[in-house]
Protein backbone atom coordinates (compact mmCIF):
# COMPACT_ATOMS: atom_id res chain seq x y z
CA UNK A 1 0.00 0.00 0.00
CA UNK A 2 1.49 3.69 -1.16
CA UNK A 3 2.82 5.26 1.65
CA UNK A 4 0.02 8.71 0.87
CA UNK A 5 -2.61 5.32 1.49
CA UNK A 6 -1.58 4.40 4.68
CA UNK A 7 -1.39 7.69 6.13
CA UNK A 8 -4.82 8.04 4.34
CA UNK A 9 -6.36 4.42 6.16
CA UNK A 10 -4.84 5.91 9.75
CA UNK A 11 -6.09 9.40 9.36
CA UNK A 12 -9.45 7.57 8.46
CA UNK A 13 -9.28 5.24 11.34
CA UNK A 14 -8.99 8.12 13.84
CA UNK A 15 -11.54 10.06 12.89
CA UNK A 16 -13.65 7.12 13.15
CA UNK A 17 -12.56 6.34 17.06
CA UNK A 18 -13.00 10.23 17.77
CA UNK A 19 -16.80 9.89 16.45
CA UNK A 20 -17.41 7.08 18.22
CA UNK A 21 -15.52 8.42 21.48
CA UNK A 22 -18.11 11.11 21.22
CA UNK A 23 -20.99 9.16 20.10
CA UNK A 24 -20.73 6.36 22.89
CA UNK A 25 -20.32 8.82 25.96
CA UNK A 26 -23.65 10.18 24.49
CA UNK A 27 -25.75 7.71 23.90
CA UNK A 28 -24.15 5.02 25.79
CA UNK A 29 -22.36 1.75 23.98
CA UNK A 30 -24.91 -0.46 23.57
CA UNK A 31 -26.67 2.40 21.26
CA UNK A 32 -24.24 2.69 18.50
CA UNK A 33 -24.20 0.84 15.29
CA UNK A 34 -21.29 0.68 13.21
CA UNK A 35 -23.26 2.57 10.23
CA UNK A 36 -24.10 5.37 12.37
CA UNK A 37 -20.19 5.72 14.02
CA UNK A 38 -18.58 5.83 10.56
CA UNK A 39 -21.15 8.25 9.03
CA UNK A 40 -20.69 10.22 12.14
CA UNK A 41 -16.70 10.10 10.87
CA UNK A 42 -17.72 11.07 7.27
CA UNK A 43 -17.00 7.53 5.79
CA UNK A 44 -19.45 4.75 4.69
CA UNK A 45 -20.06 1.65 7.30
CA UNK A 46 -18.02 -0.50 4.19
CA UNK A 47 -14.60 0.47 4.85
CA UNK A 48 -15.14 -0.67 8.63
CA UNK A 49 -13.25 -4.21 8.23
CA UNK A 50 -10.15 -2.22 6.93
CA UNK A 51 -10.07 -0.42 10.37
CA UNK A 52 -11.07 -2.47 12.83
CA UNK A 53 -11.21 -6.55 13.67
CA UNK A 54 -15.74 -5.75 15.48
CA UNK A 55 -17.88 -3.39 16.72
CA UNK A 56 -16.26 -4.27 20.39
CA UNK A 57 -12.44 -3.56 18.81
CA UNK A 58 -13.72 0.12 17.94
CA UNK A 59 -15.94 0.91 20.94
CA UNK A 60 -12.56 -0.43 23.39
CA UNK A 61 -10.53 1.73 21.39
CA UNK A 62 -13.09 4.51 21.18
CA UNK A 63 -13.07 4.31 25.21
CA UNK A 64 -9.52 4.49 25.50
CA UNK A 65 -9.25 7.69 23.43
CA UNK A 66 -11.95 9.34 25.48
CA UNK A 67 -9.72 8.51 28.56
CA UNK A 68 -6.91 10.38 26.95
CA UNK A 69 -8.34 13.47 26.50
CA UNK A 70 -9.55 13.67 30.09
CA UNK A 71 -5.76 13.10 30.61
CA UNK A 72 -4.35 15.74 28.19
CA UNK A 73 -6.91 18.26 29.99
CA UNK A 74 -5.10 18.20 33.27
CA UNK A 75 -2.44 18.89 31.80
CA UNK A 76 -3.25 22.24 30.57
CA UNK A 77 -2.31 25.27 32.79
CA UNK A 78 -4.78 28.19 33.73
CA UNK A 79 -3.83 31.14 32.08
CA UNK A 80 -1.31 33.21 33.59
CA UNK A 81 -0.41 29.95 35.32
CA UNK A 82 2.53 28.74 33.01
CA UNK A 83 5.41 27.68 35.32
CA UNK A 84 5.88 26.89 39.22
CA UNK A 85 3.56 25.58 41.92
CA UNK A 86 1.09 28.11 41.26
CA UNK A 87 0.92 26.35 37.79
CA UNK A 88 0.40 23.13 39.22
CA UNK A 89 -1.78 23.89 41.95
CA UNK A 90 -4.15 25.54 39.10
CA UNK A 91 -4.36 22.86 37.16
CA UNK A 92 -5.51 20.55 39.62
CA UNK A 93 -7.93 23.08 40.88
CA UNK A 94 -9.53 23.73 37.59
CA UNK A 95 -9.15 20.06 36.72
CA UNK A 96 -11.89 19.67 40.01
CA UNK A 97 -13.78 22.82 39.02
CA UNK A 98 -13.95 21.90 35.61
CA UNK A 99 -15.51 18.44 36.23
CA UNK A 100 -18.13 19.78 38.63
CA UNK A 101 -19.34 21.74 36.40
CA UNK A 102 -23.02 22.22 34.69
CA UNK A 103 -21.16 22.48 30.85
CA UNK A 104 -19.46 19.03 31.94
CA UNK A 105 -22.31 17.80 32.79
CA UNK A 106 -24.81 18.72 30.02
CA UNK A 107 -21.96 17.88 27.87
CA UNK A 108 -21.17 14.04 27.82
CA UNK A 109 -20.26 13.51 24.36
CA UNK A 110 -17.33 15.97 25.67
CA UNK A 111 -16.64 14.55 29.51
CA UNK A 112 -15.05 11.82 31.21
CA UNK A 113 -15.58 8.48 30.06
CA UNK A 114 -15.45 7.35 33.80
CA UNK A 115 -18.79 9.09 34.16
CA UNK A 116 -20.06 8.44 30.40
CA UNK A 117 -18.80 4.80 30.73
CA UNK A 118 -19.05 3.02 33.79
CA UNK A 119 -22.53 1.23 33.48
CA UNK A 120 -21.34 0.02 30.16
CA UNK A 121 -18.49 -1.30 31.43
CA UNK A 122 -20.11 -2.83 34.20
CA UNK A 123 -23.02 -4.71 32.27
CA UNK A 124 -20.30 -5.83 29.85
CA UNK A 125 -18.93 -9.67 29.89
CA UNK A 126 -15.69 -10.65 31.75
CA UNK A 127 -13.26 -10.61 28.41
CA UNK A 128 -15.32 -8.00 26.55
CA UNK A 129 -12.42 -5.34 25.17
CA UNK A 130 -14.28 -2.57 26.46
CA UNK A 131 -14.66 -4.05 30.22
CA UNK A 132 -10.41 -3.85 29.32
CA UNK A 133 -10.02 -0.79 28.05
CA UNK A 134 -12.23 0.79 30.79
CA UNK A 135 -10.25 -0.56 33.38
CA UNK A 136 -7.05 0.22 32.01
CA UNK A 137 -8.28 3.94 31.54
CA UNK A 138 -9.16 4.20 34.94
CA UNK A 139 -5.98 3.37 36.75
CA UNK A 140 -4.31 5.73 34.30
CA UNK A 141 -6.65 8.78 35.69
CA UNK A 142 -6.38 7.59 39.04
CA UNK A 143 -2.66 7.59 38.49
CA UNK A 144 -2.79 11.17 36.80
CA UNK A 145 -4.41 12.40 39.68
CA UNK A 146 -2.81 11.33 42.39
CA UNK A 147 0.86 12.50 40.66
CA UNK A 148 -1.34 15.99 39.73
CA UNK A 149 -2.25 16.55 43.48
CA UNK A 150 1.19 15.72 44.75
CA UNK A 151 2.79 18.23 42.49
CA UNK A 152 -0.02 21.16 43.67
CA UNK A 153 1.49 20.37 46.93
CA UNK A 154 -0.80 17.66 48.10
CA UNK A 155 2.20 15.29 50.04
CA UNK A 156 -0.41 13.28 51.87
CA UNK A 157 -2.51 12.50 48.57
CA UNK A 158 -1.91 9.29 47.87
CA UNK A 159 -3.88 6.33 46.38
CA UNK A 160 -6.30 6.37 48.81
CA UNK A 161 -7.38 9.66 48.72
CA UNK A 162 -7.38 10.10 44.92
CA UNK A 163 -10.35 6.52 45.22
CA UNK A 164 -12.33 8.53 47.17
CA UNK A 165 -11.60 11.90 45.23
CA UNK A 166 -12.71 10.31 41.92
CA UNK A 167 -15.63 8.24 43.34
CA UNK A 168 -17.03 11.07 44.67
CA UNK A 169 -17.13 13.40 41.78
CA UNK A 170 -17.89 10.78 39.11
CA UNK A 171 -21.08 9.76 41.25
CA UNK A 172 -21.77 13.41 41.27
CA UNK A 173 -21.57 13.79 37.91
CA UNK A 174 -23.88 10.84 36.77
CA UNK A 175 -26.77 11.86 39.53
CA UNK A 176 -26.55 15.57 38.46
CA UNK A 177 -27.21 14.11 34.95
CA UNK A 178 -29.64 11.75 36.45
CA UNK A 179 -32.02 14.78 37.80
CA UNK A 180 -30.12 17.55 35.08
CA UNK A 181 -33.57 19.98 34.82
CA UNK A 182 -34.68 19.50 38.24
CA UNK A 183 -32.41 22.11 40.56
CA UNK A 184 -31.26 19.45 42.84
CA UNK A 185 -29.25 18.62 39.95
CA UNK A 186 -26.99 21.87 40.35
CA UNK A 187 -27.03 21.70 43.84
CA UNK A 188 -25.47 18.24 43.95
CA UNK A 189 -22.75 19.51 41.27
CA UNK A 190 -21.88 23.06 44.26
CA UNK A 191 -22.01 20.70 47.30
CA UNK A 192 -19.35 18.11 45.65
CA UNK A 193 -17.51 20.76 43.85
CA UNK A 194 -17.15 22.91 47.34
CA UNK A 195 -16.10 20.02 48.79
CA UNK A 196 -13.45 18.76 47.01
CA UNK A 197 -11.83 22.41 46.76
CA UNK A 198 -12.70 23.90 49.93
CA UNK A 199 -11.36 27.06 50.33
CA UNK A 200 -8.85 26.93 47.42
CA UNK A 201 -7.75 30.15 46.26
CA UNK A 202 -6.28 29.35 43.42
CA UNK A 203 -9.80 28.05 41.47
CA UNK A 204 -9.90 29.95 37.90
CA UNK A 205 -13.20 31.67 38.25
CA UNK A 206 -14.41 29.40 41.01
CA UNK A 207 -17.54 31.74 41.28
CA UNK A 208 -18.52 30.78 37.45
CA UNK A 209 -17.77 27.61 37.42
CA UNK A 210 -21.14 26.74 36.42
CA UNK A 211 -20.76 28.68 33.47
CA UNK A 212 -17.47 26.89 32.61
CA UNK A 213 -16.64 24.77 29.70
CA UNK A 214 -15.80 21.17 31.30
Known amino acids: MP ?3 RAEAE ?12 L ?8 VSVPQAM ?4 LTHGGFYRHFASKDDLIAQACSAAFAERLADMEEPPDGEDTGEDRDHGVRAAFLATYLSAPHRDNPGLGCAAAALAVDAARAEPGDPLKGAFGEGLRKLIDAMERTARKSGDTAA ?4 VLVELSTMVGALVLSRACAGDDLSDRILTA ?8 DEHTPGRQDTSETAG
Do not use: C, N, P
Open 3 to 5: RAS
Open 24 to 31: VRTHGADK
Open 39 to 42: AAAG
Open 158 to 161: DEES
Open 192 to 199: VRDHVLGD
Open 11 to 22: RHREQVIAATAK
